[in-house]
């Protein structure tokens, strides 16, 4: 007893004497002290701002602001700073001159004299002092969600730092940012009808938009593409926008086809105007783009040059390639003697971008010359594909490269604007491949809302902030990160796997695309250009029911998300409900919505035999679970608009957005009454436990349980239905050793991930079994063919080849011949002509 007694004193002292080497910036007792110069950028008041609520709700008191030599904290606008204040900074041996280096960069560091230490937030500039204070919120347990999300902080009674702290931090890209596109349905009837009402219907308001400018400054981000659809009110005609926007730090730019700051859609009158034709109405578009340079010159923008129709559209009043070529070109050149006469004589200091989206960049690659110090601003497929990054010459370019992604899109095969699902592995292998070819101007990316792609949002922003923030081997440890920083360290270790398989199940099938429905199709033959829905590829049977183990795997997380949220505290339920149950629970019922109904209809064919008196309960309890589903979804919502924070976010979240059939109510064989729902859900059978995979005459394998690999090979965590696929660099390899008990014609499917050409070459790779001649496969898909859009919406682009086995041990090499090569999983049948739809793999094999 003596000896743990003494054994406790020496713990308790040992803690102390830790606890006694910390800087303690907040000691429970007196309010927060900073000390900050009168001469700063508006942006570090509004930061100020920020972390005072933030460090009200942390601490329950309201930081000072005090005297410099009697404060906790310095602030410091280095770009502002004068000579006695950077003669201390380099007395203390803060590194100035490096700091002075980094555009939107801060320095932090405990550090001080014989008269006392003091915690330092050096901003090499506006945004780089702002991002530095808001690291303090960070530092205090402070989400950057805390607004957005409903995140309240827990109370603190003493923050504290190592006294040997400090943190020099910089962007990897220097414009970083949001597109607030398909606003239409969540962000903008939000705005003019809750937040902040209006009657001008379709107006994102000024306090809207000082909330999304706040949150970027959070996110570490610096530039907005404000919202241009056609109801929504173009950005400069709201009152106090642009103000608001710069005393924030935010740059304003437009998309791909609005250039010099127009909003085309919601700005240019054809009865007022003429046709938007440069052929034939150049003077008048020419004064269009005027009017916006006087108003907007004065304010730091990223100007988007070139032409395209007014929405989305070819440019008006060109047919041949020549023509279209020789019309840009002077586009082009017109619009820089704009930019020169109206922003900066020195046209090459002014930011500009060029976005070779869709037929642009036909144009570009015959014969358009971009000039030397524009941005190169690639595109994604609109899923997430890089299609074209820059090449080794225009790597060298002194505008440099960038990006326009995207997390929600409108548009063929099919939308995805209702969950925000993209698979976080899929983000990182796309952006650091963008990153390594030198696209680190400009990052931008298309959102149709916030509050829904939170965690991806944040995780595309952490690597434009930090590209090292984030690796192929580390992207669990980071949402295992976010999940326990939003919702405490037990429930967010509870919650990771269940997440984790989310995006395993919604990167097998996204929920948008659970009817595979397509739209924008001929509309002579479709209504409206959509096809209707129809049966899954899921399969009722094969491999013991693959349609089942899908719901069963959304129960099965499903179970854990309600485990979890007994462990939320009550001040973090609303951000618990809208980050994680809202959209586990709606995408697990969207896809009980479909496939239950498939059950149901695959019960009513009509037929006469001896299943016929048999078929009806089954028939109408897989009814009910379909339309009980359906119900789900919209109670979930129901509560997200009506209930949720208090209504605080009241018409943000649409489960129908466009209307698209995929939303409607169950297409079923019999409609059932609420009384019948009930009557049927509670006679159909019970749940069984979890469905085993029955493999018939088949082997499959995920990618990463190879046997060897060559050298570069690297597994990506949260990528592909494997959720751990393989990139492979040009020339490497991945070797398969398998048993086979059966002999025969077989057939070899191999799944990669759906990835581009963006060299603008081929992309191949070669399968070889037991050494034998290698069969050369290539899944390029030039444009918006059907092949492609089946890729994208399963997420792999399977590829088969036959061969010839006998029974016994064989090896499977599959080898990458062109770069951006990512293997998946491979199937090799003996069955060759089922139908199932995911590859049967139990586990990790």
Known sequence: MLLRSFLLIIVFVCSQIVRSNDFVWYNGKQAISYAMPQSTAPVVKIAIDMFTEDMKQVTGLSPKQSPASQATIRIIQLDKAD???????RGLNIPIDEIAAKKDGFYMAVAGNSTGKQLFVIGSDGRGTAYGILELSRLAGVSPWVWWGDVTPEKQNRLAVADTFQTFQSPSVEYRGIFLNDEDWSLQPWSWKTFEPSNIKGRIGARTYKEIFKLLLRLRANAIWPGMHGITTPFYFVPGAKEVADSCGIAIGTSHCEPLMRNNVGEWSVKRRGAYNYITNRDSVQAYWIERLKEAGKYENMYTI????????HMEGVKTMDEKVSALQQVINDQRKLLAKYTNPDVTKVPQVFVPYKEVLQIMENGLQVPEDVTLMWCDDNYGYMTRLSDEEQQKRSGGGGVYYHL????????????????????YNEMKQAYDHNARRIWIVNVHDLKPSAY????FLDMAWNINSVGPSTLNAHQEKWLCREFGEQAGKKLFPAMHEFYRLCGIRKPEHMGWTQVELDKKRYPRGRSQVIDTEFSLTEFGGELDRYLDSYEAIKKTVTEAEALIAPERKDAFFSHIKYQVFAAAAMSTKMLEAQRARSYSTGQCDESLWGRDKTMLSA????????QEIKELTDYYNNEMANGKWKHSMCFYPRDLYVFYPPTLPIGLTDKEVDKYLAEGPKKTSSRKIKTDKCISYNACNYTQASEGATPIQALGHSMNAVALPKGGSLTFEFDCPWEGEALLRTAVIPTQ???????RFSVSIDGGKPQVLSFREKGRTETWKRNVLRGQAVKETKHSLKKGKHTLTIKALDKHVVIDQWMLDFKPNRKFYVFPIEGNK
């Open 456 to 459: 991806n949002l944040e995780l």
């Open 306 to 313: 070139g032409m395209r129709g007014i929405h989305d559209g």
């Open 408 to 427: 929600s899109y409108w548009g063929r095969p099919h939308d995805y604007m209702w969950l925000c699902t993209t698979q976080p592995g899929l983000i």
């Open 83 to 89: 000579k006695k204040q950077q003669k201390e900074l």
């Open 623 to 630: 009814c009910a679970r379909s339309t009980k589903a359906y």
């Open 757 to 763: 050409p963006n060299d603008k070459g081929d992309i």
